[in-house]
């Protein structure tokens, strides 16, 4: 019985780390961009 070689990094691994980036990164970024958007919606509703 030989244990059978797995590859160094593989394709779920390298899903899940992606999706893992994929969260930490996006959804701040998606905060603060609707975060912003709704300043300048705001601002520009003020200002008319």
Do not use: C, N, S
């Not at 030989?2 to 990164?25: C, F, N, S, T």
């Not at 961009?33 to 300048?40: A, E, K, P, R, Y």
Request: hydrophobic share 60%; proline share 6%; charged share 15%.
């Amino acid at each position: 019985m030989h244990p059978k070689r797995e590859p160094k990094l593989g394709w779920r691994d390298m899903l899940a780390m992606v999706a893992i980036l994929y969260q930490l990164i996006l959804l701040p970024v998606m905060l603060v961009l609707g975060g912003v958007g709704l300043i300048l919606l705001l601002i520009d509703f003020h200002l008319r």
